[in-house]
């Protein structure tokens, strides 16, 4: 791939990504005040980020074994209100015995 090539594949991804942010606030001039699309729309981020996520979780580790330890203390403590810091903390502790555990029972 060329200079000339790669510059116009950045214009055209930074031009279709600038729209992607740029249109709905053109479109949507005023307030939404139907709820049930504001409702939607709050949920988005947390819905997208959730989908991003725990694909990621089960595949970043050597072993599903050792992914679902730590998905289910990060789980567990999160639902105890722990900091994000002691949940990731101790999730990551907590794959790190379980593969240590493993790589021991082979």
């Known amino acids: 791939m060329n200079v000339t090539t790669f510059f116009i594949y950045l214009a055209i991804m930074a031009i279709s990504t600038y729209l992607i942010r740029v249109i709905p606030f053109v479109l949507v001039n005023k307030q939404i005040k139907n709820q049930f699309v504001r409702s939607f729309l709050y949920y988005i981020p947390y819905a997208v980020l959730t989908a991003m996520t725990i694909p990621a979780i089960f595949t970043a580790t050597s072993s599903i074994a050792s992914a679902v330890v730590g998905f289910t203390i990060a789980l567990l403590l999160?639902?105890?209100?722990?900091?994000?810091?002691?949940?990731?903390?101790?999730?990551?502790?907590?794959?790190y015995a379980t593969e240590l555990l493993l790589s021991f029972w082979k």
């Not at 105890?80 to 502790?93: D, E, F, G, M, Q």
């Open 78 to 95: 999160a639902f105890y209100n722990k900091s994000l810091t002691t949940v990731a903390l101790l999730s990551c502790i907590g794959v």
